[in-house]
Structures are given as structure tokens and as C-alpha cells.
T-cell receptor, first 114, second 108 residues
Framework: EAGVAQSPRYKIIEKRQSVAFWCNPI?????LYWYQQILGQGPKLLIQ????????DSQLPKDRFSAERLKGVDSTLKIQPAKLEDSAVYLC????????????FGEGSRLTVL | KNEVEQSPQNLTAQEGEFITINCSYS?????LHWLQQHPGGGIVSLFM???GKKKHGRLIATINIQEKHSSLHITASHPRDSAVYIC??????????FGTGTSLTVIP
């Protein structure tokens, strides 16, 4: 069974530039999460989708971050314009159902903003 | 106050030692996950439990719902166990609360 796919693995940009990350969850997984993990900290939820609907985006900095999951399958997270403090690993995770279940993570996309 | 507290934050052990990582949480949960993150790597789910105890190889996870406490034990530790271990309780709305992790180093 293929795992959660993310790309790119690494990205270096200058501040004020834009960047997009892509995630393809495990086939059939209804719930998809985007997390931001800053070095030395635990993951912080940015947005949670159930199918193509947003369940929780309360911690998403909406002035610069956006995310979509138009067909309820893969998802894109965009940052525009990037700030230095956005340097982090962006993790995508998925779950089969919409209630309690095992969480599957991708390898993450490491962003460095210069 | 953090919803999830893990201890210790850092742990160094000799190969073969028995290791315990503790997690206390303050939120109501439907399940608690233990996750493993290797340096530069992604996160792998080790356990999901809502009561009692689970065992997988040399790893054992326990949870006491009444006391809001969980432990992860590693028996006969090995250098390949070196990683960050993260406790992540989840509430009934499937919202996860992540601890800051315990960084484990096992020395040969």
C-alpha cells in the first residue's frame, strides 16, 4: 500500500516569495491534515479536511497561507508571501475515517526562508 | 498550560537498558497515539490506544484514562531506537494535541 506522498522534500526561497506544497494521502483516506513543525517543537495543526470540506483551520494564518482539497483526494498548501518564521517542516497526514483512527504521515516538506 | 506534558525531554541510555517515557494530558480524549520521528525523517505511528496496554515487539504502551497518563516503554533498547517520541492524545472530534517530544539517544 502506498503511503502519504509529499513534494517537494526540500525548498529554499527568499522572504516575500511564494511556495506550494503538495500532498497525496493514502487512497481512500477521508481525513487529511497539514501540520507545521518548527525545529524542536511538536507539530502544529494548520488545517484539517474531511473529504473536500474544512473541519478546522483556526490556526492557519489566512493572510498568507491557503490550502485546498478540491476533489477530496490530494491537497495543496500555499504560502504567499513567505516570512522568515515560516521556515519549518510541513507535514501532511491522513486517516481512513472521520473519527478515531491511526494517523499516517508523509515524509514532510522542509522549507527554508532566507 | 500545555495540554500535553512529556517527560523526560531528553534521554540518553546505554544499549540494552529499559526505557520509559511518560505523557500526561489534561484534555478529554477518545484515543492516544505514540509517534516516532527519526532525525530528518517523517513520523511513524507506533501505537493508538484508548485503554489498557498494547505491545509490539520491544515496545509497550500503557494508558490510564482516569489519571490521564500514558507511558511508552522500550525493552532491551538498541541504537536504532534513537529518535524523538511524541505523545499525541486525540479528542472525540479527532483533534490531536501533540507533546513536544522526548529525544532518545541509545549509545552502543
Amino acid at each position: 500500500e502506498a503511503g502519504v506522498a509529499q513534494s517537494p522534500r526540500y525548498k529554499i526561497i527568499e522572504k516575500r516569495q511564494s511556495v506550494a506544497f503538495w500532498c497525496n494521502p493514502i487512497s481512500g483516506h477521508a481525513t487529511l491534515y497539514w501540520y507545521q513543525q518548527i525545529l524542536g517543537q511538536g507539530p502544529k495543526l494548520l488545517i484539517q479536511f474531511q473529504n473536500n470540506g474544512v473541519v478546522d483551520d483556526s490556526q492557519l494564518p489566512k493572510d498568507r497561507f491557503s490550502a485546498e482539497r478540491l476533489k477530496g483526494v490530494d491537497s495543496t498548501l500555499k504560502i504567499q508571501p513567505a516570512k522568515l518564521e515560516d521556515s519549518a517542516v510541513y507535514l501532511c497526514a491522513s486517516q481512513l475515517g472521520t473519527t478515531v483512527g491511526e494517523l499516517f504521515f508523509g515524509e514532510g516538506s522542509r522549507l527554508t526562508v532566507l | 498550560k500545555n495540554e500535553v506534558e512529556q517527560s523526560p525531554q531528553n534521554l540518553t541510555a546505554q544499549e540494552g537498558e529499559f526505557i520509559t517515557i511518560n505523557c500526561s494530558y489534561s484534555v478529554g480524549i477518545s484515543a492516544l497515539h505514540w509517534l516516532q520521528q527519526h532525525p530528518g525523517g517523517g513520523i511513524v505511528s507506533l501505537f493508538m490506544l484508548s485503554s489498557g496496554k498494547k505491545k509490539h515487539g520491544r515496545l509497550i504502551a500503557t494508558i490510564n484514562i482516569q489519571e490521564k497518563h500514558s507511558s511508552l516503554h522500550i525493552t532491551a533498547s538498541h541504537p536504532r531506537d534513537s529518535a524523538v517520541y511524541i505523545c499525541a492524545p486525540a479528542n472525540t472530534g479527532n483533534q490531536f494535541y501533540f507533546g513536544t517530544g522526548t529525544s532518545l539517544t541509545v549509545i552502543p
